[in-house]
Structure formats: C-alpha cells, structure tokens
C-alpha cells in the first residue's frame, strides 16, 4: 500500500543505453513530478504532470522524456544515457498542485550510469 | 525566482541537546515554506510547513520553525535531539504560479552523537 512508488530502486547501465524509470502513486493525485539529487544531495525539478498535462519543464536535456499515461503514473525514459546522469532520481505527487500542498515522496531510483 | 539557502552543509550535535538548522529564502511575494527530512535510502518526508497565519510552527518528531519576513528566514529547530534525528534536512520555498514550483535548499546533513 505504498503511496508513490518507482521502479526499479537501482539502476545500474552502461553509457549510451536507453532506460526507463516507473511510477506509481494511489493517491488520487492531479500533479506528479520527477526531481533529481544529484551527490550532493541536491535535488532539482525535471518536469511535472498535472493530469496528464505537462506544466513545468525545466532545462532539462530532451534526451530527458517523461511521459504520463494517465494521472496515477508518471515515467521517465532516459536516451543515451551519460555519466552525468549518475544520480538518485525522485518521484513525487500532490493533490492539486497548489503551493501549500504537501509533497509526496517516492523511495527513488539510483542510476549509475559506468 | 525563488531561492533557498541553507548555509550549514554539516551540523553535529549531541543527543539531548536543542537544535537549530538555519534557512533563507529569496522570494518577491508572501513565500510558501517546508521542511523536508531525508533519511538515507529514503525519500524525503515533510516536517512542517508555513504558508501563513502564526509565525511558529509546529510538526511532526517534535519539530518547530519560526518564519521571520524581517530576516527572510526559516529555522528549524527541536529541544532535544534524539539519535533518530540524524538525517539530511531540506528547506523549501514554492512560488504561485508557473506550475507551483518548489525550489530546495542544498540541505543540511544532521549527524548525532550518542
């Protein structure tokens, strides 16, 4: 009965490769997001979903493709991939996605990228 | 744009002793502002939050924060620290509009010493 959850939890690839990262949140959420920590544990915006509709599309490489099938679930797909992309990657949600809403955090997925 | 700053990266403190994480944030209008713990492995789960109405704050694990608009910040702090705490602690600031972005502070890395 996990609340947001992402597939799989590690990641481990070779440069150049293709991948993909699910989630999941059975909430009842309208707006999902993707964030990444980078090792320094600084975490960033990538994109977020708000039914389906994308509403923030940070400075993110287009190699960088979400895609949200319907409002529960939020993937990431990932094209030749590169180092630089090493990092945890981390799904959340909220209601409506009002500034005062509280976010809900998946467990992440750990990408290394060798 | 909103910014946030947290300007300790490391803080050690002892079990039983009080705490205070420093924050400050950068933000035109009224700001809308969190806590967020990460425990390692873990994705990050919300402490309090301040949006508007009594400048102290109370949340969960026995945590507090007062917002200062005259300081522009946001402390977080806790009587007594027990060795649970220890985790990595993330101020944040969302803006209204554009999406409702919540921007993180690089975080503050509590260790406890028993």
């Known amino acids: 009965d996990t609340a947001v959850s992402q597939t799989p939890k590690y990641l481990v690839t070779q440069m150049g490769n293709d991948k993909s990262i699910k989630c999941e949140q059975n909430l009842g959420h309208d707006t999902m997001y993707w964030y990444k920590q980078d090792s320094k544990k600084f975490l960033k915006i990538m994109f977020s979903y708000n039914n389906k509709e994308l509403i923030i599309n940070e400075t993110v490489p287009n190699r960088f493709s979400p895609k949200s099938p319907d409002k529960a679930h939020l993937n990431l797909h990932i094209n030749s991939l590169e180092l630089g992309d090493s990092a945890v990657y981390f799904c959340?949600?909220?209601?409506?996605?009002?500034?005062?809403?509280?976010?809900?955090f998946g467990s992440g997925t750990q990408l290394s990228v060798l | 744009a909103q910014s946030v700053t947290q300007p300790d990266i490391h803080i050690t403190v002892s079990e039983g002793a009080s705490l205070e994480l420093r924050c400050n944030y950068s933000?035109?209008?009224?700001?809308?502002l969190f806590w967020y713990v990460q425990s390692p492995g873990q994705g990050l789960q919300l402490l309090l939050k301040y949006f508007s109405g009594d400048t102290l704050v109370q949340g969960i694990k026995g945590f507090e924060a007062e917002f200062k608009r005259s300081q522009s910040s946001f402390n977080l702090r806790k009587p007594s620290v027990h060795w649970s705490d220890a985790a990595e602690y993330f101020c944040?600031?969302?803006?209204?509009?554009?999406?409702?972005?919540?921007?993180f502070g690089t975080g503050t890395q509590l260790k406890v010493e028993l």
């Open positions: 944040a600031v969302a803006r209204t509009g554009g999406g409702n972005k919540l921007t």
């Open positions: 933000y035109g209008a009224t700001p809308y």
């Open positions: 959340a949600s909220r209601p409506g996605g009002g500034p005062n809403e509280k976010l809900f």
